[in-house]
């Protein structure tokens, strides 16, 4: 199995800071990474897929970019609702997720 | 709008069995390959099965293989896992997720299983 490793595990950030979660493969994931973002209680909701394509009704300030083994998520401007956990995905092969980024307000 | 209600999980046995069940609206079901995520309290996510839109196509992580089955009816837009010989590691909260190329697009809002004596 590919393993997902993202970092940091815990994050605490100020609104309107820019913040940068990273997540990094075992292997060459042809950019094949997705994010996630799940909020206490919540089911988990796609941000991002195949690196760098927004879904669909996720704000411009989320942004994915990466290659090969190593995956950026970037959110421009933190906002009070942007508190969650953040796990990445590949989807290369059988899928497999990290352990997550929680996300606190400083 | 797409919606998945998941249902069926509950306190059961080591060894005994439990079938979950995925009900999906809001979109043409047939159409979609299907998914079950869980996640263990406090812990992360994990891939469980896959199954194509007619059903005919399976997938499983190791750990579930020969224990869990994924099966469909389009027929009734829903979604099952059947879980046999359950084990205390397979305490989670089971997810249903609707598959396309973008992934895990949509997702219901979980059923908690608990294997305990």
């Known amino acids: 199995d590919i393993q997902m490793t993202q970092s940091p595990s815990f994050l605490s950030a100020s609104v309107g800071e820019r913040v940068t979660l990273s997540c990094r493969a075992s292997q060459n994931i042809n950019k094949y990474l997705d994010w996630y973002q799940q909020k206490l209680g919540e089911a988990p909701k796609l941000l991002i897929y195949n690196t760098n394509n927004l879904h669909t009704g996720i704000p411009s300030r989320f942004s994915g970019s990466g290659s090969g083994t190593d995956y950026t998520l970037t959110i421009s401007s933190l906002q009070p609702e942007d508190v969650a956990t953040y796990f990445c995905?590949?989807?290369?092969?059988?899928?497999?997720f990290g352990a997550g980024t929680k996300l606190e307000l400083k | 709008e797409v919606q998945l209600v998941e249902s069926g999980g509950g306190l059961v046995q080591p060894g005994r069995s439990l079938k979950l069940s995925c009900a999906a609206s809001g979109f043409t079901f047939s159409n979609y390959g299907m998914a079950w995520v869980c996640q263990a309290p406090t812990k992360g996510l994990e891939w469980v099965a896959s199954i194509s839109t007619g059903g005919g196509n399976t997938y499983y992580r190791d750990s579930v293989k020969g224990r869990f089955t994924i099966s469909r009816d389009n027929a009734k837009n829903t979604l099952y896992l059947q879980m046999d010989s359950l084990r205390s590691e397979d305490t989670a909260t089971y997810y249903c997720?609707?598959?396309?190329?973008?992934?895990?697009?949509?997702w219901g809002q979980g059923t908690l299983v608990t294997v305990s004596s």
């Open positions: 995905l590949q989807r290369n092969s059988w899928p497999t």
């Open positions: 997720a609707r598959l396309t190329t973008e992934g895990f697009a949509y």
